[in-house]
């Protein structure tokens, strides 16, 4: 399964996706394109928002179950990354696929509000695994520093090195109990937009620091593509980018709360 929302034109700012979806019959007829879709190559169906009806911006769009078989939607591109290289990312094309009306997620015309709460789910799940992700790296950093010894002592005994590993530590707990507050809010079935948001930012530049931290702690070896610091620095960069880029949820946050 995809969630393919994302277009060549049309990324940070969804309300500018362009395309379409025209009732014919007891039909939906899809064309367009969309791009960086995660899982487009191998997925079985796709959770597609696209505008059904000719109302500009938030208004107009539809959610709509596109099976990946249908005749018309194609794969027109993989798209090779810098991370996450085990997961595919593809461009797909949609040239008047057709799919039944009854495909039709929720209600017609409200896709971008039923969207924008998926990404509350979407945004909070990248939390905790990047919580559980940097848990794990810097335990193995700590293991690594405890037995890698220079000037004649393991390097975890310099005070610069524990220090700035502690700082980490302590900021990542902080994330982690706060992980742990924002499930709580959205199993009391509240809205927790300003706690998604508040806890991808954070985790996308915590994970960019621990991710740098880690690598360098590990000296040359953690530069080798041998040496799992490596592939963690690669896919570690997403974070900030992909389900809204950092700069889209302080967007997010500068329009709620004191800001409002
Ligand atoms: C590996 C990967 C997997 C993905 N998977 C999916 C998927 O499964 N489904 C899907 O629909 N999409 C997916 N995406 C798309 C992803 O959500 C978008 O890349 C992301 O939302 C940013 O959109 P964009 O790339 O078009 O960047 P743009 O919108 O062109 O923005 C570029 C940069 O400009 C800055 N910027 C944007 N808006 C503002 C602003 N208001 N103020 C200040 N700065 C701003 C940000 O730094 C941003 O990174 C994926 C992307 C990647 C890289």
Same mark, same amino acid.
């Given at each position: ?8 034109? @049309? ?8 395309? !379409? ?5 007891d039909?939906?007829?899809? #064309? ?6 995660? #899982?487009?190559?191998q997925a079985?169906? *796709?959770? *597609?928002?696209? !505008?059904? %009806? ?7 769009m %539809? ?15 993989? /798209?090779?990354?810098?991370? #996450? ?6 461009e797909l094309?949609?040239s ?5 009306? @009854? ?8 896709g =971008? ?9 979407? +945004? ?19 293991t ?17 090195? @524990?220090? +700035? ?7 990542l707990? /902080? ?12 199993m009391? #079935?509240?809205?927790?937009? !300003? ?9 996308? !530049? /915590?994970q ?9 702690f ?14 963690? =620095?690669?896919?570690?960069? *997403?974070?900030?980018i ?10 997010? *946050?500068?329009?709620?709360?004191? =800001?409002?």
């Amino acid at each position: 399964m995809s969630i393919a929302v994302t277009e060549p034109d @049309a990324g940070s700012d969804v309300a500018a996706i362009s395309t !379409r979806a025209v009732a014919d019959g007891d039909e939906w007829v899809i #064309n367009g394109a969309k791009l960086y879709i995660t #899982n487009g190559v191998q997925a079985d169906w *796709l959770c *597609l928002l696209a !505008r059904t %009806s000719g109302d500009g911006g938030y208004a107009g769009m %539809s959610q709509i179950i596109v099976p990946t078989a249908t005749p018309g939607l194609e794969v027109s591109r993989k /798209l090779d990354k810098l991370g #996450n290289r085990s997961s595919d990312t593809a461009e797909l094309s949609f040239s008047d696929v057709r799919v039944p009306l @009854a495909n039709t997620i929720g209600e017609v015309g409200q896709g =971008f509000f039923q969207q924008m709460d998926q990404f509350q789910h979407e +945004r909070l799940i990248a939390a905790y695994l990047s919580v559980g992700g940097m848990t794990r790296a810097l335990e193995r950093t700590i293991t690594y520093l405890r037995q890698r010894r220079a000037f004649g002592a393991p390097l975890l005994d310099n005070q610069y090195v @524990a220090y +700035r590993l502690a700082e980490l530590d302590s900021e990542l707990d /902080l994330l982690r109990e706060y992980s742990y507050a924002c499930a709580e809010k959205m199993m009391q #079935n509240k809205d927790v937009t !300003r706690q998604a948001s508040i806890a991808k930012l954070i985790a996308g !530049r /915590l994970q960019r620091q621990v991710a740098d931290t880690c690598i360098q702690f590990h000296g040359g070896v953690g530069y080798m593509e041998e040496t799992w610091t490596a592939r963690y =620095f690669r896919d570690s960069r *997403l974070l900030s980018i992909g389900g809204g880029a950092d700069e889209v949820m302080l967007r997010i *946050l500068s329009r709620m709360g004191a =800001f409002a």
